[in-house]
């Protein structure tokens, strides 16, 4: 089976009024991406029959992410957070199923944010206890999670591949998997190949993401490397090209991400190199694996 290629939803828009919605899908299917995924922040403003039907119209499947916000900590010992956080989660899994989707990805163990100091081992126990739970609410849907693993400066749970399948096996449940990002890997892994030959199949979704978050192929991430690994381990799941500039701002989202400056203006162009440029290195990889 074939890697679907996604496009993340803040490349099109930064809100989700009907017209976002309808522009978004459309131009997603115009620059030949198969998948759109939804920045899930506040899973409330998403009208999921109005989301559904457009992407019925023009055949596009949606995947969803989130990051928790801080009061939403999971990872806290603030059990008020704790439990806003699990709510917080549930309701994106249950915008997720209604749009007909099968997972829920992004840093759903922790807040995103810079912490001031180690997660404590009691913050640690709340969130693997959260994600066993949100995990048991997934599978009686036939659903699975992905757990993001994201730089330091954005959660102090874990940072590298190798710390996320320990967090992973802590948590014991068959339906949770890793979702990598070259963005975060080219900060805190020694090379993008090795950790993607660790994870092997616990890879269960994948952003895209050149080093300064702009044009792919333009920034210091070793693409080849890291398609190279993703054909020898034999990932078929999803693959979402994730990029932000200050031409297109989700307001809280944003400003999490540190997305201070002008990285592109035209987006139509960005998605289709983006798109000429994945499936370019994807069938290279497949080559060379062969
Ligand atoms: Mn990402």
Not at 59 to 77: F, K, Q
Not at 115 to 128: E, K, L, M
Not at 198 to 214: L, P
Request: aromatic share 8%; net charge negative.
């Amino acid at each position: 089976m074939a890697n679907r290629l996604g496009v993340h939803s803040l490349v099109w828009a930064g809100t989700w009024s009907v017209e976002d919605a309808r522009r978004a899908v459309t131009l997603t299917r115009a620059t030949g991406f198969d998948v759109l995924e939804l920045a899930l922040s506040d899973p409330a403003c998403i009208d999921t029959a109005e989301t559904r039907a457009l992407l019925t119209e023009f055949n596009i499947a949606a995947t969803g992410s989130l990051a928790l916000p801080m009061e939403y900590d999971v990872s806290s010992e603030d059990l008020g957070a704790v439990r806003r956080g699990e709510g917080l989660l549930l309701a994106a899994l249950t915008t997720m199923h209604a749009l007909g989707a099968d997972s829920l990805y992004g840093v759903l163990y922790s807040a995103l944010g810079k912490y001031a100091q180690p997660c404590t081992s009691a913050g640690r126990r709340n969130a693997v206890g959260v994600v066993r739970s949100v995990a048991d609410a997934a599978a009686e849907r036939g659903m699975r999670l992905g757990l993001e693993v994201v730089n330091r400066y954005e959660t102090n749970v874990f940072n590298t591949v190798a710390d996320a399948l320990r967090f992973v096996d802590e948590v014991g449940r068959d339906n949770v998997r890793l979702h990598l990002d070259t963005y975060h890997m080219n900060i805190e892994e020694r090379g993008l190949a090795d950790p993607v030959r660790t994870a092997g199949d616990r890879i269960g979704y994948v952003h895209v993401g050149e080093s300064h978050r702009g044009y792919l192929g333009t920034g210091t991430v070793d693409f080849d490397a890291f398609f190279g690994a993703l054909a020898d381990v034999g990932y078929n799941g999803d693959i979402t090209f994730e990029s932000f500039s200050s031409a297109v701002v989700e307001p809280r989202l944003s400003s999490t991400l540190a997305v201070w400056r002008n990285l592109w203006d035209d987006a139509e162009d960005l998605a289709r190199h983006a798109r000429a440029f994945i499936g370019g290195r994807i069938a290279a990889a497949q080559v060379l694996a062969s």
